[in-house]
């Protein structure tokens, strides 16, 4: 109770007063709200229904609350009153000059109608609309123009680029003839390098030595197997088979006699025939190109990747043995390849080599030891790893670019090698 707290009754609600546009909540002690309204200071008053709610603070929050009745002074009642007033008479106002307005333009509408009904107005009407229609036309025409110089800068730049590619296609084709004659000359360098070993090779031989070698050969041939060899007319070098001479029997190639040791790296298919040595000496040197007879291995359980690891590129032995059949005269005849040593003839040299994917074929050599290979394979792959394992057995270009030629299988690559320069692997 407030008798108990020391303190007086307060009246805290009921009591209002109007100030601006609204109602607010008073606050006054019970002994003064009873003198105000005993001396008629205060009087109840409605509040209009357009101010009946009223917001106010209770602790930290804000509440609205809804009344229509109050206790207040009567210069508020007369504030409530004399707004309200002010309010209807603002509207009002506002209501007459929207109607001012809207007879003003309703009345310039119907003085434009008249007016464009007369001959000034028709007039008017027609330079503005041909002002209308020539600035429309100029926009047309300036967006014709930002097109057509889009455009020309389009094909400027299009022909631009044309040429750009054209040159550098010119460029590359430059750059390429230039390589491919590099190419070639090195390649006729090397051709002429390797006759002049060849040449040296035979040049070994006096004319009755070389007779005596094929009279030797003859004789084994058909000792060995009955065979009559075809000796040819005036020697005949074969580049294929290492600058050795090809003889035949019955059609058929029967032998290579004498391949230069040198360039054996360029007949890798010389492990696939018979081969002629004169004397032991020869015997170690084909043998030290790479022609190994004590290599023992069936051709057919050899694959081109294995002869890589092994360090023996195509060099696949034959399935015979080799030694000397000796001939009449002072000549050791060292025979090497399919047959070789054997009394029937199932060994020939026509027999068909097994297929390893990937073909080489040699294009002679500059000098000792030097080689241009040409490799074919059925994919990348496998000439990469063909010329991986170059790489690892000699000294070489590398791995090479890979070709393709329209129309053909397969792709191919050139590599050039040092066989007396031995690779990373050796």
Known sequence: MPEEADESWVVDDGLGSFVSSGWFFQEAELAQFVRWVLRGQLRPWRSLPRHREVMRIVGEEHHWFVRDLWWTSRQSAEAQNEYEREREQRAEDARQREARRQELETASRERRKVWLASPAGQKAQRRRHEAKVQRDAQKLEQKVSARRLRTRREEEESRHRAALRERQ???????????????????????LRARATAEEWWALLSRPQVEELFRAV??????????????????GVAANFAYGIPVHAFNRLYGIVRPCPELLPLSPQLIYQQVFARDAEEARALEAGGLRPEDRRPAQECSLTGALAAGALAWLPGSGAAGPVLSAGATALHVYGPGAGRASGTGRVGDRAPSYGCSLSGRRTAGPGLVVMDITAADEDTLRAVMDGLQRQWATSGIAPVRRLPGE?????????????PGPAN
């Open 169 to 191: 296609v010119l460029e590359e084709f430059m750059q390429e003839q230039r390589r491919d004659a590099q190419r070639q000359a090195a390649l006729q360098e090397l051709e």
């Open 409 to 421: 299988p397969g792709v191919r690559a050139r590599v050039y090698a040092d066989v007396h320069r």
């Open 218 to 235: 003859v004789d084994a041939a058909w000792r060995r197997e009955q065979v009559r060899v075809r000796i040819p007319e005036g020697g």
